[in-house]
């Protein structure tokens, strides 16, 4: 996983090319804060939370979409657009809703044979592979060009008022603001009407707002205003916000936004990962240590610190944040996966078996992160453990949709890991399923 603007993140790219790559921002915090905003959502439409992933997509238009089964989508630029909870689950809400009523299968179908539009790489990598449909990776359609990605990201008239009534009981049963359904709606309204080159991919992707707004006023009037976020809730929140954006925009501009005269913890977070950017680590590194110290027992505030350290070249450091943010949280993948990455850059066999280790089992609990699957195969190459070297760099192309490099990588695991073994097994399974795969045109 490589270090984007300070943010882990983890490029998918496409059949179309490097234009058309798909960015996807993996931050264990962020993705935690957005499972807790989401579950509520979840179990409000009797959905298991652990069968919906949450992904977020670097990308400054506000836009969001559901695609390749239960996987939801949001654009940065929405995360930091929407200025409550209650406009985030009406989202979430909303997107669900095009889950639960089917409406992926019949628009994935259509897709199937659109001219010019590619599938990404598999975020189940793993387990879609295995379960003999590398095909069945993630289907989001999306083109080097906007145009044919809001085309195909585009649902039916029907098919979005479904969503909307669907979101809007199952936020009102989750305590959200019904009402924040309306005002995420009438931030885009009007905007159908507007040239297509200025339109935002969300307005063209869900069209027709007024229309929208008018069938589900009369429901949120006679729905109970919600119970409003709890404090720990709206918390989490403001972190969220300031870290995304500190990452995101310009030192300068989060300086401007956060100034010094600012205390609250989410302006001292956001500071800190502007002077870090800077690069100021002085300040940098004050401003971690007063986070620390009001909040000693954060594991992503001990990752935060290690990722500062190991961008800053103390690798050694950064492993030893990196521990305690692993002994905080063993369970957080993205957080084993950093570990692993301050270990390999120490440059000392004697961590090796360590970083391996933190590796494996992060890539076990998260198998569409590609950069961990690179570095564990860095790791097993220096073990002297080539064929899972091989394995780990196959799973890390298959994910990446390159099914010929998978193939090639696949055979010679299969050549080296002991046969029967469970990885010569695992890598049987990649050569045949990538060798059919690349049969099929793909690259």
């Known amino acids: 996983m490589r270090i984007v603007a300070g943010i882990l993140a983890t490029m998918i790219a496409i059949a179309a090319g490097p234009a058309a790559a798909l960015s996807l921002i993996r931050d264990a915090e962020i993705e935690a804060t957005l499972e807790r905003i989401a579950h509520p959502v979840f179990r409000a439409a009797a959905v298991n939370p652990a069968t919906v992933q949450i992904y977020v997509v670097d990308d400054r238009q506000p836009n969001a979409f559901v695609a390749g089964g239960q996987n939801i989508f949001l654009n ?10 209650d406009e985030l689950q009406a989202v979430i809400a909303h997107e669900l809703g095009h889950i639960t009523g089917g409406h992926l299968t019949r628009r994935d179908q259509g897709m199937q044979g659109a ?15 295995v379960s003999g449909a590398p095909e069945a990776s993630v289907a989001i359609a999306t083109t080097a060009g906007q145009a044919a990605q809001r085309s195909a990201l585009a649902y039916s008239r029907t098919e979005e008022a479904s969503a909307d009534q669907s979101g809007l009981r199952y936020l009102a049963a989750a305590g959200g603001d019904p009402q924040a359904m309306i005002d995420v709606l009438a931030r885009f309204r009007g905007q159908e009407a507007l040239s297509a080159r200025f339109v935002d991919p969300y307005a063209q992707n869900h069209p027709m707002w007024s ?5 589900i006023e009369d429901r949120v009037a006679k729905l109970p205003s919600g119970k409003g976020p709890s404090a720990e809730d709206a918390y989490w929140h403001e972190r969220m916000v300031a ?16 100034p010094d005269g600012d205390t609250a913890e989410a302006a001292v977070l956001a500071r800190a990962i502007a002077w870090h950017r800077r690069p100021d680590q002085a300040r940098a590194r004050a401003a971690m240590q007063a986070l620390l110290a009001t909040r000693p027992h954060d594991p992503f505030y001990r990752e935060l610190e290690g990722q500062f350290l190991l961008e800053s070249g103390q690798a050694a450091a950064a492993a030893a944040s990196y521990r305690q ?29 360590e970083a391996r280790d933190a590796l494996a ?11 961990v699957l690179r570095d564990l195969a860095l790791a097993e190459a220096r073990l002297g453990n080539e064929g899972a070297a091989a394995l780990a760099t196959a799973e890390r192309f298959t994910l990446e949709g390159r099914f010929a490099d998978a193939n090639r990588n696949a055979a010679r695991a299969v050549a080296l890991l002991p046969e029967g073994s469970p990885g010569w097994r695992r890598a049987e399974d990649l050569s045949r399923l990538t060798r059919r795969a690349t049969r099929r045109g793909k690259p």
Do not use: H
């Open 76 to 85: 940065t630029g929405l995360l930091t657009e929407l200025e409550s909870i």
């Open 115 to 129: 001219r010019g539009i590619a599938a990404i790489g598999m975020l189940g990598a793993a387990a879609a592979a």
């Open 211 to 215: 229309e929208r707004i008018a069938l």
């Open 243 to 258: 870290k995304l954006g500190a990452f995101l925009d310009s030192p300068a501009q989060t300086l401007r936004r956060y």
């Open 325 to 353: 943010a692993v002994a905080l949280a063993p369970k957080q993948p993205l957080i084993l996966g950093g570990l692993g990455r301050a270990l390999l850059n120490m440059d000392d066999d004697r961590v090796t078996q």
């Open 361 to 371: 089992r992060s890539a076990t609990s998260d198998p569409a992160n590609g950069a």
